[in-house]
């Protein structure tokens, strides 16, 4: 079965270090991959997506992430965190074929002053 | 520009009583789905439609109904709530081009006491 692995529940950085949220997902000929952010009492915003053209993937607000199929892996990254930053960050995969995403639970980014 | 639309935000509901969750969007979608999210969870799908007139079930549908007369309009009924129903519900919409990303409501937050 198809799968997305969030390694992390929860991350706390400070402000002004890096961010990393890793995923892993189950191997698949062409998978879609994106990465969706959650403020909270609000719906889930795009971040980026990464759908087989270049592997290191530029999205909003500074993220970014690599698709390394060989580690079946799509982390999440940021060099720097902002207070604006303290979310909860959803990975999530599109397989082809299939019309539904797979989502991961979930990692909750907590941004000290 | 409106997006999707989720009415109401919030609702509490007794055991047994039935209610519509409203979603409407103005991006001419053909694909819209309703998740449903519970704390510490990822999203999970109870119905998607693939364009008016066409539904089709996901991966919790039980206790739920839905039903797709125009493109725009996607309701989700609940017949007999109950309270493993209380959760964040949200519903989403995408273009039918394949692997593209989907658009989020905000949700409607309901309990069932």
């Known amino acids: 079965a198809q799968s997305v692995t969030q390694l992390d529940s929860h991350v706390s950085v400070s402000e002004g270090t890096p961010v990393l949220l890793r995923c892993n997902y189950s191997s698949s000929y062409s998978p879609s991959l994106f990465w969706y952010v959650q403020h909270p009492n609000k719906g889930l915003q795009l971040l980026l997506k990464y759908t087989s053209a270049a592997t290191l993937v530029k999205g909003i607000n500074g993220f970014e992430a690599e698709f390394k199929k060989s580690e079946t892996s799509f982390h999440l990254t940021k060099p720097s965190a902002h207070m604006s930053d303290a979310a909860e960050y959803f990975c999530v995969v599109s397989y082809t074929g299939r019309r539904a995403l797979t989502f991961g639970s979930g990692t909750r980014l907590q941004v000290q002053p | 520009n409106a997006g999707v639309t989720q009415t109401p935000k919030f609702r509490i509901l007794k055991i047994g009583q039935s209610m519509t969750l409203q979603c409407t969007q103005d991006m001419n979608h053909n694909y819209m789905y309703w998740y449903r999210q519970d704390p510490g969870m990822g999203l999970k799908l109870i119905y998607y439609s693939v364009g008016a007139g066409i539904t089709d079930k996901g991966e919790v549908p039980n206790g739920y109904n839905v039903s797709r007369s125009t493109t725009e309009d996607f309701p989700l009924r609940l017949e007999l709530a109950a309270p493993s129903q209380t959760s964040v519900y949200f519903c989403?919409?995408?273009?039918?081009?394949?692997?593209?990303?989907?658009?989020f409501g905000d949700g409607t937050r309901l309990s069932i006491l």
């Open positions: 989403a919409t995408r273009t039918g081009t394949v692997n593209q990303p989907q658009h």
